[in-house]
C-alpha cells in the first residue's frame, strides 16, 4: 500500500486527470479501502483543494472550483507541452502575455526533471523565430473580456478604427476567430443589422462593461471559420477573384492559407479558390505562383493583366538569357 503522502499525490493525479470518479474506483487505483479513500479525500480539502462529492449508488468525486488555483500535477508530455507552449506565448501576438509566459515558463523549468529538462532545452536552442512583418499585437484583458461576452451573451459597445475612422458600434459578440497574424470577431451588428467581422486589433481598450444578455442569433453559416476566412479573404478588397485550379485540393492547400484565400474541392482533379485584393497585377502574380495550371472565372478584367504579366516575364526570361549566352 502506498504511503499517505505518495497516495494523496496519486489521488490527486487522478481526480485531475478527468472528470468523475466513483469511490469504488479510486480505491481500486490506489490499493486502498472507501474509508481510506474519504479520509484523504477530507485531507485534500484541507490543503485547499475543493473537491465535490455526490453521495448514493452513483455517486463520487469530482475535483471543484476553487477561489484559489491549487498546485496541479502534469505527466511528463503535459510538463513538456506546457513549457513549449508558454515559450510560443512569449513571443506570440497577443500583448501583455510575454512576462507572465516567461515567469510561468521560470517556474516550471526550475521544478522539470533533468530528462524533461534536456527536451525543452532543445527545442528551445533549435528554434530560432523568424522576423517578418509584425502583425499587430492584441491586448489581452481586451482578447479575454470579449471572450466572457461571447460566452455569458453580453451586448458590447465598441470603439472601432475602420477604413473611414472611429466609429461606435453595439454588438452582440458570437465568437472569435484567430490566424496565426491576426485576431477576428465575429459579432451581430446591432447598428447594421447584420453580422460583422472585426479586427480585434482595431478595438480599442479598454471596453465598457457589458451590456444587457441576448439571445444567441443563429450564425450566419455552421461553420463559423469558413464564413470569417471569406469575410477577411475577399469582402474587404475591390477585387474578388474566383480562381479554378486544374489539381486536386490536397495539392493546393499546402500552397495556400485560411487569411490568405478559401479553397473549396469541385472534384476530384480541381478545386476553386477565393480571394481578394485591390491590385489586380497582385492577385495575376499570386495566383500564378502557386504553380498550378489554372483559368479565372472572375473577375474578368484579370484576364487581360494575366497576359501583360506574362508577356513582361516572358521578355525577361529572354533578356535574361540573351545576356547569359553572350
Known sequence: MLETSARLLRLLSLLQSRADWTGAELAGRLGAGLRTVRRDIDRLRELGYPVDATPGVAGGYRLGVGAALPPLLLDDEEAVAVAISLRTAATGSVAGLEEGSLRALAKLQQILPSRLRHRVS???AATVPLAGAAAPAVNADLLTAIAAACRDHRR?????????GVSEREVEPHRLVHTPRRWYLLAWDLGKQD???FRVDRIEAPLGMPGARFTPRTPPQDDVAAYVSRSITSAPYRYQAR??????????????????????????GTCRYVTGSNSLDELAIYVAAKGFDF?????????PVLREVADRLRRAADDTCGTVES
Do not use: K, M, N
Open 295 to 303: 483559368e479565372v472565372l472572375d473577375p474578368p478584367e484579370l484576364v
Open 156 to 164: 458590447l459597445r465598441l470603439r472601432y478604427r475602420g477604413r473611414d
Open 195 to 197: 453580422w460583422r467581422t
Open 122 to 124: 532543445a527545442f528551445q
Open 243 to 268: 480562381i479554378l485550379f486544374h489539381a486536386p485540393l490536397e495539392a493546393v492547400a499546402p500552397q495556400t492559407s485560411a487569411g490568405a484565400g478559401r479553397l473549396e474541392a469541385v472534384d476530384a
